[in-house]
């Protein structure tokens, strides 16, 4: 399954909002390989040595950014969740969140 079969059920702004979140996180970052889940339904990022970091879950009417081990990351604007994983809810695009998504992949990256 390709991301845009994965998305194809989602109304455009969920679908438009999750293939930027895709493209965002995908910039200049060489250390990731992109997998579809369909079971899960999103696309996970890994690293070579760190393995799954992140996630992007679309949902009905917003995309959850999520961290798999979000609980050692410290805590951050937007950042939601408890046990390992945390993760960002966006119903739109938002730079401040965006600017946490970044933040958050640097010190999931330096770990």
């Known amino acids: 399954m390709d991301v845009d079969s994965l998305l194809a059920e989602h109304t455009d702004e969920v679908a438009a909002l999750a293939h ?3 493209e965002h996180i995908s910039r200049g970052a060489d250390w990731v390989d992109r997998r579809v ?9 890994h690293h070579v040595e760190l ?14 950014v999520l961290f798999e081990h979000g609980n050692l990351l410290g805590k951050a604007e ?10 960002v809810d966006f119903e739109e695009w938002d730079t401040q969140r965006v600017a946490t998504v970044d ?3 640097d010190r999931s990256l330096a770990t």
Do not use: I, M, N
Not at 51 to 64: K, L, W
Not at 78 to 87: A, I, P, V
């Open 78 to 87: 937007f950042l939601e969740g408890s046990g390992q994983t945390r993760y």
């Open 37 to 45: 889940y369909p079971g899960w339904h999103g696309v996970g990022f």
């Open 51 to 64: 393995g799954y970091v992140v996630g992007v879950f679309p949902s009905a009417d917003s995309v959850r």
């Open 103 to 105: 933040d958050l992949l």
């Open 20 to 22: 930027r979140l895709l």
